[in-house]
């Protein structure tokens, strides 16, 4: 009995390895998930805390440095440079113009060169609602319009409105009602 029991337990462990290939994880079959390394160095290859945000701001030849500096170094290092790039961009900042939230070009690209998401633990987390702005973001938020109109829509919202909407106004597929909330893929 106990040789029984002994032939057992190796058969269903050679069925256990067997049944859990590389090819059942998803991705390219490859092995992609199945053995992580978890040795050597790491390099942080992009940051997006603020969707568009890097695209649209950090100047190429910069792009790397910008994805490898630290937030808590990157106000420092870049808020010059999404300064000059957003006054080249936006008219609605020359002479001191503000934006929606009032703020000028040097208050606002202080604020969005530090590429983080701020979340907040006790209030609506959202991008912007109409009334609370970075507090989140949820999935249905229309990240790219919130960031044109702060960009172009100047102390109203209307200062460029032909630049000021990407006019997709939600996603291809309704997101889920539980984890994990993302649609399925097309």
Request: some cysteine; proline content about 5%; charged content about 15%.
């Amino acid at each position: 009995m106990k040789n029984l029991k002994l032939v057992s337990g190796y058969l269903f462990s050679a069925l256990l390895l067997i049944a859990c290939s590389k090819n059942d994880v998803p991705g390219n079959g490859e092995g992609v998930y199945n053995n992580p390394v978890l040795s050597g160095t790491y390099i942080q290859e992009d940051q997006m805390g603020r969707p568009a945000v890097n695209t649209v701001f950090v100047s190429s030849s910069s792009k790397d440095e910008f994805n490898r500096t630290t937030p808590d170094n990157q106000g420092n290092a870049f808020q010059g440079m999404f300064e000059a790039n957003l006054l080249a961009l936006s008219p609605a900042y020359a002479n001191g113009g503000l934006n929606a939230l009032g703020m000028d070009a040097t208050t606002f690209t202080t604020v969005l060169a530090t590429d983080v998401l701020n979340v907040s633990l006790d209030g609506t987390t959202t991008f912007y609602d109409g009334t609370n702005l970075l507090t989140g973001r949820a999935l249905a938020d229309d990240v790219i319009t919130v960031e044109l109109l702060l960009i172009f829509g100047g102390e109203d919202f209307t200062e460029y409105p032909a630049l000021s909407n990407d006019h997709v106004d939600e996603n291809d597929k309704p997101f889920l009602t539980s984890f994990p909330y993302l649609a399925s893929p097309w």
